[in-house]
């Protein structure tokens, strides 16, 4: 099993554009994969990445290219590759700096379990300052209040905190326009019975 990889990003803004860049043979040995801007708010939804390692082992690169991305893994994918860094591209996380060419080193030994970015730090701060996030992908509806209130991978894209509600919480034994009837009807009677 690879534990230790340096190599040179190969960096995707999404999934299909992976996709493409594989058919179009960009991806090659020795490749750092970099899919972002698939993570809880990018994706959104945090899209599972399995197609980009079945093809990529469908290509033959599995033992000599690492897969980097923002998005998610499941059982089914293998190869080297890491999800769910957090945190995402889309808020600016350090996914979202990488330049194609840039040299990646991936330590993923027991003591050390690194990935580590080899440019300099004026270089770093530069891409900071520069950086902007893209337009989310969508802009209206469920999804975009989903983006707007779900926390990242590292927290469970969870959209709202179940100890925020008492579980001591009971149905009305009424409708609350049955109650209103009743209350009527009473204020009804007690006029009644003082005439």
Known sequence: MIFLIQGTAR?????????????????????????????????PGLPEMLTPTSAIMGAGLGDC???LTDGRFSGGSHGFCIGHITPEAQVGGP????????????????SKRTIDLLISDEEWEKRRAEWTPPPLRCSQGTLYKYVQCVSTASEGCVTDELDKYSSNVEASPKTPAVAELEAKIAELEAKLAAQ
């Open 65 to 67: 290219v690492a897969l």
């Open 11 to 43: 960096v995707y803004d999404c999934e299909p554009d992976m996709m493409r860049g594989l058919e179009n043979k960009e991806i090659k040995c020795g490749d750092v994969v970099i899919i972002r801007y698939e993570g809880p708010k990018g994706g």
């Open 95 to 110: 996914i979202a700096l990488v330049k194609n060419g840039d040299p990646i080193r991936i330590d993923a030994t027991p």
